[in-house]
C-alpha cells in the first residue's frame, strides 16, 4: 500500500535532515495517527523498549531495527509519551492484544469510512440520474402553460388513461397468477406435454395404411358391469412398472387396496366383490407365470367363470408329452369364444413392447443375475412342451453369470423373438413342435397372428413412450391415472456397451421382433397423432356450438325487448316499422334453426364414433347445416 510522503518520511528517517528531531510532513491532519503510531515504535521510545517482539500476526516490515533501552528521545508526536507510563505498567500480553485491537479498530473505522464515502457518492449520482429521469417525463406537464391546449389536453388523457388501466388491472387481476401477467404468453409457447420423449421429430411417415376402426380406439369399459382387463406381461418390456400403475395410480370410485408386504392389490368393483383386472397385481399368475396370448385366451375365462379346467394344470404324466386330442382348438367358433366367458364377460387385452435390442439385452442381465422364469407352464393345445420340443439351455439350477456370447448361441433360447412368439397364437403352427411346417413358413405365420392380434387389443402401449402411452390409455378406456408416467432414459440395457457387430447379431437373432416393434411403432404413433387431432377438432366444435348457443340467446334476448317496447307504444311501432311481424317470424325461425343445428352436431358427432354411417344421412346433415349458416349469415346481412 502506498503511503504519504509525510508518513514516508517518518518511516525512514536517514532520508531527514536531521535524526530524531521533528517530522515534517506536509498533511499533519491526515497523518497525526501513523507518526504517533510509527513515534511508539522508534528506538528509545519506552513503548518500544517494553516490546521486545512484533505483535501477533504483524510483521516487521515498517521497522525492522532492534529495540533498546535508550531514553526516550525528542519527537513531533506526544501522543506516544503520553501512554508510555501507562504501557509500561500492563504486562506483556495484555500490551499485545490492546496494539491488535488498536490496529483492527482503526482498519475497520477506514472501511466504515470507505463505504460512507461510497454511498454518499453513489446516492448523489443516483440522485442526479433520477432528477434528470423525471425532468424528462414530467417536464411538459410542469410546463403546461407555456403549451398549446390541445396538447395539453392530449398529454392529460394519456396520463388519466394510464392511471385507469393500472387500477382496472389490479382490480380484474389482484394476483400474480393473472394470464395477463404471465411473461411465458409473450414469450415462447407452452411445449408439448407428449412431446417424443426419444428426443425424435414429433412428425413422422407413416409406413403402413390403417383404417378408422383401426386408429380409433374406444372401449365402453363398464368398470361396474362384467368387462375385465387382461394384462399380457412380456419379460423386461416394463411390464411390473405398468402393472403397478394399473393398481395403484388410477383414479377410481373404489381405488385398489395394496397392503404394506403384499405384492397382490384387491381391485374390486364398486359395490362387488370380483375384480375389473387380471393380471399380476390383481389376481397374480394365476395362468402361470408370464403366460403368452395362447395361455390366456384359453385360461382367463375358465378362471373367471370358477371352473377351471385339470388340463390347464397337467400332471408329471402329461408333462412328458401326450397327443392333441382337442380337434376343434384351431376353429373360429373356438377363438371367438376365448374372449367372452360363458357368463357373457367381455375381456379387454393390453399388453406393453419395448425395442427388442434393449429388452434382449435387459433380459441376458436378469439371467445373469440367476432368473429362470422355471415356472412358466408355456400350455399349448391343454399341455405343456416335452423336453424334447423345448430343450434347456443350460444344465445346473440356473445360467446365473452366463456370457453374451453363451446366451447368443443357445438355438433354444426363449429369448430369440419373445415378443412374436408371446403374442401370436401357437396353435397354428403345432405349438412347440417344430416338425409341423418349415421354419419359413413358421416365421410368416406367427408374424402375421402376432401383428393381427396386436392390432385388435384394446390397448397396447410401447416402453420408450410413456407419456404417449399412459395418453393413450386414458382416451382408450376413460380412466385417468393421478400422477403422469416417467421415462427412465437409463436402464441396465443402456448400461451394456456393444459394438456394431454384436448388435447386428442381436437384430438377426430377433429379426422377428424387430419387423413387430416397426409395425406396432407405426401404428402406435398413427393411433397418438389420430387422438390428438380428434380433440382439437371436438374442442373447437365445442366452441362453435357454445358460440351459437350464445348468439341464438342474445338474438333471443334482443328481440324480446324489442317487442316489449312495440307493445307497449303499437300505433307509434308500427307506423315507424310496418316490418315487425316479419322480423319476429324470422327471429323465431333463426332460434329454431340455431336449435335443429347444435342437436344436428351432436347427432353426426355420434355418427363419426360410430364405425358404420349412412351416406345419405350425411348428405342430409350437410346439407341442413350449410342452410341454417346461409340463413344465419342473411340474418346478420339484414340486421
Not at 334482443?558 to 327471429?587: D, I, R, Y
Amino acid at each position: 500500500m502506498a503511503l504519504p510522503a509525510c508518513a514516508a518520511g517518518v518511516l525512514w528517517p536517514s532520508l531527514q535532515p536531521e535524526r530524531g528531531g521533528p517530522a515534517r510532513t506536509t498533511c499533519p491532519r491526515q497523518h497525526s495517527r501513523v507518526e504517533a503510531e510509527l513515534a511508539e515504535s522508534r528506538p528509545g521510545s519506552v513503548t518500544a523498549s517494553v516490546r521486545e517482539d512484533p505483535p501477533r500476526g504483524v510483521s516487521l516490515g515498517f521497522n525492522s531495527q532492534p529495540l533498546t533501552d535508550e531514553p526516550l528521545k525528542a519527537s513531533s508526536s506526544q501522543a506516544g509519551a503520553a501512554r508510555a507510563p501507562l504501557f509500561a505498567l500492563l504486562s506483556r500480553g495484555r500490551r499485545r492484544r490492546m496494539h491488535d485491537l488498536r490496529r483492527r479498530w482503526d482498519l475497520g473505522s477506514l472501511c466504515r469510512a470507505l463505504l460512507t464515502r461510497g454511498l454518499a457518492a453513489l446516492g448523489h449520482s443516483l440522485k442526479h440520474v433520477l432528477g434528470a429521469i423525471f425532468s424528462k417525463i414530467f417536464g411538459p406537464l410542469a410546463s403546461v402553460g407555456n403549451m398549446d391546449e390541445k396538447s395539453n389536453k392530449l398529454l392529460l388523457a394519456l396520463v388519466m388513461l394510464f392511471l385507469f388501466a393500472v387500477i382496472v388491472l389490479q382490480y380484474v387481476c389482484p394476483g400474480t397468477e393473472c394470464q395477463l401477467l404471465r411473461l411465458q404468453a409473450f414469450s415462447s409457447p407452452m411445449p408439448d406435454p407428449y412431446r417424443s420423449e426419444d428426443e425424435s421429430s414429433a412428425r413422422f411417415v407413416p409406413r403402413y395404411n390403417f383404417s378408422r376402426s383401426d386408429l380409433l380406439r374406444k372401449v365402453d369399459f363398464d368398470i361396474k358391469g362384467d368387462d375385465l382387463i387382461v394384462f399380457l406381461h412380456i419379460q423386461k418390456t416394463g411390464g411390473t412398472t405398468f402393472g403397478r400403475h394399473l393398481v395403484r395410480n388410477i383414479q377410481l370410485e373404489q381405488p385398489c387396496e395394496c397392503r404394506v408386504g403384499q405384492k397382490k392389490c384387491t381391485c374390486h368393483r364398486p359395490g362387488k366383490r370380483e375384480t375389473w383386472l387380471f393380471s399380476r397385481f390383481s389376481t397374480g399368475w394365476s395362468c402361470g407365470l408370464h403366460a403368452d396370448w395362447t395361455e390366456l385366451t384359453s385360461c382367463v375365462p375358465t378362471v373367471v367363470d370358477g371352473k377351471r379346467d385339470a388340463k390347464l394344470r397337467p400332471s408329471s404324466k402329461d408333462r412328458r408329452g401326450s397327443p392333441n386330442t382337442n380337434p376343434d382348438a384351431n376353429s373360429p367358433s373356438s377363438k371367438k369364444a376365448r374372449n367372452t366367458s360363458k357368463n357373457g364377460k367381455n375381456f379387454h387385452y393390453i399388453t406393453i413392447l419395448r425395442d427388442p435390442v434393449s429388452r434382449y439385452l435387459s433380459e441376458w442381465r436378469h439371467v445373469q443375475r440367476g432368473a429362470t422364469w422355471k415356472a412358466s407352464l408355456h400350455v399349448c393345445d391343454g399341455r405343456p412342451p416335452t423336453s424334447e420340443e423345448l430343450p434347456s439351455c443350460y444344465t445346473g439350477d440356473d445360467w446365473s453369470g452366463c456370457p453374451l456370447k453363451e446366451f447368443m448361441d443357445c438355438p433354444y433360447n426363449l429369448a430369440n423373438n419373445r415378443q412374436v412368439r408371446m403374442l401370436s397364437d401357437l396353435t397354428l403352427v403345432g405349438c412347440y413342435n417344430l416338425s409341423v411346417m418349415p421354419e419359413k413358413q413358421r416365421n410368416k405365420v406367427l408374424l402375421e397372428s402376432a401383428k393381427s392380434n396386436l392390432k385388435h387389443m384394446a390397448f397396447f402401449g410401447l416402453t420408450e413412450f410413456q407419456r404417449k402411452t399412459q395418453y393413450l390409455f386414458e382416451k382408450t378406456f376413460n380412466m385417468n391415472f393421478i400422477s403422469p408416467f416417467t421415462q427412465y432414459n437409463t436402464t441396465r440395457a443402456s448400461s451394456v456397451e456393444i459394438n456394431e457387430e454384436i448388435q447386428k447379431r442381436i437384430e438377426g437373432l430377433n429379426f422377428l421382433d424387430m419387423e413387430l416393434y416397426s409395425y406396432a411403432k407405426d401404428l402406435f404413433l398413427q393411433r397418438y397423432q389420430f387422438m390428438r387431432q380428434k380433440d382439437h377438432q371436438d374442442a373447437r366444435r365445442k366452441r362453435q356450438e357454445q358460440r351459437k348457443f350464445l348468439k341464438g340467446r342474445f338474438l333471443q334476448t334482443h328481440f324480446q325487448s324489442q317487442g316489449q317496447v312495440q307493445s307497449q307504444n303499437p300505433s307509434q311501432n308500427q307506423s315507424q316499422n310496418p316490418n315487425v311481424n316479419a322480423n319476429q317470424n324470422m327471429t323465431q325461425n333463426l332460434i329454431q334453426n340455431l336449435t335443429q343445428s347444435s342437436s344436428q352436431n351432436s347427432i353426426q358427432k355420434e355418427n363419426r364414433e360410430s364405425p358404420k354411417q349412412n351416406p345419405g344421412q350425411e348428405q342430409s346433415d350437410s346439407n341442413t347445416s350449410n342452410g341454417t349458416n346461409d340463413y344465419i349469415g342473411s340474418v346478420e346481412k339484414w340486421r
